[in-house]
């Protein structure tokens, strides 16, 4: 079977050339997808992460009025009044929740922020700074209630109002969970992220919610993992850098296959050209030419070598003398001869693939026939 293929290659080389040409292509693309690839391919895992949640639940105390006759702490919505609302108490909880155990180390302390657009700002403390060092799963860093005294922030902004005669239309009440610190986990520290603050806008007669009451911030441990990148093909996975090399050095010698099968179908074609010349020769001046199966014997004739079938042409037509014809089929040179008495003319066509110029074929006039 292997020989029956070979046969049909030696046979028809441009399907063999067709077929390495196409196997050239697919390396080539597979050398060039490969070389674009990174050797190393670098994943991030998350080993453990943490999540620092805060929540925030207010209620408002009020005088009493007409729609609370008995006033006290009740339930609101986003909105309360103003003119009625004398405190807003609020429970403040910061928990940090991990997979793993992690270590919580650093301070806190819990700001009320009340500002006037961009004309000024005034920080009140709610909370004294604290320290805190905890190891655990689930981390409580603040869980603490606190108020928002209304009465002492209104009477502040009228004084203000008094002093600079400048009012604003709206003012902003932040509470602000100033947490310093970094959580740790297997030897990697990662500072906290800002907190989310809880705040209010005050205008003339109402007070309104103006954040969200609860917020999430996520911490990652990572860690880096650093593998050689491979390549599938078949239903194997392999190294990058092997399909680099394989693929290139492939390519590299089809190529070479290519051109020298290439080469050496134009070598054939230049040795059929001559071949062709001799038949065509053969075939125009026919009648003229005798065949002959061997060469005249030499010895004892003066021997003129011509250097176009022109001159034999001439030659024959002058002497009125059969032009004679020997044909040398393993080496593919035609001889051309007229014999006239003891001299011998003879002009033989030239096998280009023997006979050679370093800059070009030397041809000449040898297939000159006319």
């Known amino acids: 079977?292997?020989?029956?293929?070979?046969?049909?290659?030696?046979?028809?080389?441009?399907?063999?050339?067709?077929?390495?040409?196409?196997?050239l292509l697919i390396s080539t693309s597979i050398t060039v997808y490969s070389l674009a690839q990174p050797s190393t391919v670098t994943n991030k895992v998350d080993e453990n992460i943490s999540q620092m949640e805060t929540n925030y639940e207010y209620q408002a105390t009020i005088s009493p009025n007409v729609l609370y006759p008995e006033g006290g702490t009740i339930e609101v919505s986003d909105t309360?009044?103003?003119?009625?609302?004398?405190?807003?108490?609020?429970?403040?909880?910061?928990?940090?929740?991990?997979?793993?155990?992690?270590?919580?180390?650093?301070?806190?302390?819990?700001?009320l922020l009340v500002k006037a657009g961009d004309l000024w700002e005034k920080t009140f403390l709610l909370e004294e700074k604290q320290s805190f060092e905890h190891k655990s799963t689930n981390i409580a860093i603040i869980d603490k209630p606190y108020l928002i005294d209304m009465s002492k922030i209104n009477s502040f902004i009228t004084k203000v109002e008094e002093e600079t005669g400048v009012r604003s239309d709206q003012y902003s009440i932040e509470v602000s969970p100033n947490i310093q610190g970094t959580i740790t986990y297997a030897?990697?520290?990662?500072?906290?992220?800002?907190?989310?603050?809880?705040?209010?806008?005050?205008?003339?007669?109402?007070?309104?919610?103006?954040?969200?009451?609860?917020?999430?911030?996520?911490?990652?441990?990572?860690?880096?993992?650093?593998?050689?990148?491979s390549f599938q093909m078949l239903g194997l996975d392999l190294p990058i850098s092997t399909v680099q090399l394989v693929s290139s050095l492939l390519s590299f010698l089809l190529l070479i296959t290519i051109i020298a099968l290439g080469y050496k179908n134009i070598a054939k074609l230049r040795v059929k050209r001559v071949?062709?010349?001799?038949?065509?020769?053969?075939?125009?001046?026919?009648?003229?030419?005798?065949?002959?199966?061997?060469?005249?014997?030499?010895?004892?004739?003066?021997?003129?070598?011509?250097?176009?079938?022109?001159?034999?042409?001439?030659?024959?037509?002058?002497?009125?003398?059969?032009?004679?014809?020997?044909?040398?089929?393993?080496?593919?040179?035609?001889?051309?001869?007229?014999?006239?008495?003891?001299?011998l003319y003879t002009y033989e066509t030239v096998k280009v693939d023997v006979i050679r110029n370093p800059n070009k074929d030397v041809i000449g006039d040898a297939f000159a026939e006319s």
């Open 1 to 23: 079977m292997g020989e029956v293929i070979m046969n049909i290659f030696k046979k028809n080389n441009k399907t063999l050339i067709l077929i390495l040409a196409l196997l």
């Open 80 to 111: 309360m009044f103003k003119k009625i609302t004398t405190a807003i108490p609020f429970d403040l909880n910061s928990t940090i929740h991990s997979g793993k155990e992690v270590l919580a180390k650093g301070t806190y302390e819990v700001l």
């Open 275 to 343: 071949t062709t010349q001799i038949d065509k020769i053969n075939k125009k001046y026919g009648s003229r030419i005798i065949t002959v199966s061997k060469k005249i014997n030499m010895v004892n004739k003066s021997i003129f070598t011509l250097y176009s079938f022109k001159s034999v042409l001439k030659l024959s037509e002058d002497k009125e003398l059969p032009i004679f014809f020997y044909r040398d089929s393993l080496e593919e040179i035609g001889t051309y001869f007229v014999v006239d008495g003891d001299y």
């Open 187 to 229: 030897g990697k520290e990662v500072p906290f992220k800002m907190e989310e603050k809880l705040i209010f806008q005050s205008s003339y007669d109402k007070i309104v919610l103006a954040s969200e009451k609860s917020a999430t911030s996520v911490t990652p441990f990572t860690t880096s993992e650093t593998y050689t990148n």
